[in-house]
């Protein structure tokens, strides 16, 4: 692991403090995000520069610092370099949840390692939704999480990974074997209540 690698899981750790999904620490998050990333670029074979990889790798563990923290960007820029803050920023939904198209824009006009964290969020965040629907409640996950999800498998999908095909195939894949399943257990339980 590389002194970056080591010191953003630091800068994530301290900016992450007191946030969790359900009861897990959202770093767990950040950590199955770069996992997946860096699976699927190594999966790829493409990807011959270490450093780009490792900027993948660092924008992945940080993808939610600038949404979800007071960190700035210029702060990730000076530790951790241009273009790891930049992936950052670019995965940032500088809005809130309410507003996505913009977002969803940005997204599909991003850079292809960006397109590819994206897609990595994605998988995780379709699991954490599926493994904790009972406490997010049946309306939270169809009214808010499944609008989300089925407009970004959508931009992804529609998007041209001319570079990174392979690795984009693996987490598309993932993501829409996971989005079904998810979507077979909301139809389900929206089934139960209305028949009870």
């Known amino acids: 692991m590389s002194q970056k690698t080591e010191q953003m899981l630091i800068t994530i750790t ?10 897990v620490p959202v770093t767990v998050h950040c950590r199955n995000v770069a996992s997946l990333a860096v699976y699927a670029m190594k999966k790829d074979g493409m990807i011959q520069d270490d450093a780009l990889l490792e900027d993948i790798a660092l924008a992945a563990l940080g993808h939610d610092l600038l949404e979800d923290t007071k960190i700035r960007k210029d702060e990730l820029a000076s530790q951790y370099g241009d273009r790891a803050a930049d992936f950052i920023d670019t995965l940032t939904n500088h809005q809130d949840d309410q507003h996505t198209d913009e977002y969803m824009g940005q997204i599909s006009s991003a850079p292809e390692e960006v397109r590819i964290i994206k897609y990595s969020d994605l998988v995780d965040n ?9 406490e997010l409640g049946l309306k939270w996950g169809n009214e808010f999480f499944r609008p989300i999800m089925d407009k970004t498998i959508k931009i992804l999908g529609s998007s041209d990974f001319s570079k990174y095909k392979v690795a984009a195939e693996v987490l598309s894949s993932c993501a829409n074997l996971y989005a079904n399943i998810l979507r077979d257990r909301l139809d389900s339980k929206e089934t139960d209540v209305q028949n009870n």
């Open 14 to 23: 301290e900016q992450h403090a007191n946030q969790f999904r359900g009861d």
């Open 126 to 134: 379709i699991t954490s939704v599926f493994y904790n629907l009972d």
